[in-house]
């Protein structure tokens, strides 16, 4: 028996995995009968389908991937509660220049303004234009490299985290950092040193990183390459946290 040639589309649409043009495919001839389509418009129609669907399984793979602590995003931050953060910064962050240019960008401040908000907002806008990104925390990384020195894999573990185009360092100085470990801690921050785009959030100015890392010297180091080319975003106010509770006290 002799197929027809559309039975031998359908055949080969189902061969090739073309899932979603095998899906479109009535729909997408019907549409084009109707209209009298050229057929490379046709064409085009039929695998749009096929490459959003893609590309939408792609963008959740790379949100996934980076590990973020929450899916939020800059359309959920409130510019009018946060008035120290100028909103034409953060959009211009969005556009991923910065990564361009293998800059950073350190958010500062107290706990609650929206630092780790913004800056998974940018990781997140990041990893949907398909630039590989991370999230983790100070204390996580550490933890992590620590781990690795004593199975001994560090390089590898180190090569890991250069790797991404964007790393996010999340609470820099909430918790004090040894000095066997902040000298771990300078390694990644090293080896990404004016090759790939660093975020970094703290609650710590950076005059008291001499306390954080104990050693004044190690501290100058990470805070040199650091802010070598940096933007630092310095966020004031109230923590969006206790809104509510001060939202209640006016009433
Ligand atoms: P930080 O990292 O500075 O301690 P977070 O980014 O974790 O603060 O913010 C605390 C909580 O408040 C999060 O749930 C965050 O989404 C929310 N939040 C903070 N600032 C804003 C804002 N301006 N608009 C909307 N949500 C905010
Ligand atoms: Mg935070």
Known sequence: MTLTSYQQAVRNLEYLKLKQMQAHLNEVVD?????QMPFMDTLVKLTSYEIDVREQNM???MVKVGAFPHLKELSD????????????QILDFISLRFIE???NIVFLGPSGVGKTHLATSIGIAAAKKRTSTYFIKCHDLIQNLKRAMLENRLEARLKHYTKYKLLIIDEIGYLPIEPEDAKLFFQPIDMRYEKRSTIFTTN???ISWDEVFREPKRANAILDRIL???TVVTIVGESYRLKDHFDHEDK
């Open 77 to 88: 931050f409130d510019f009018s509660f946060q008035s120290s953060v100028n909103r034409e």
């Open 31 to 35: 549409f084009s009968i109707r209209n």
């Open 204 to 206: 710590v100015n950076f």
């Open 228 to 230: 070598h080319h940096a």
């Open 59 to 61: 963008i959740h793979a």
């Open 101 to 103: 240019g293998n800059e």
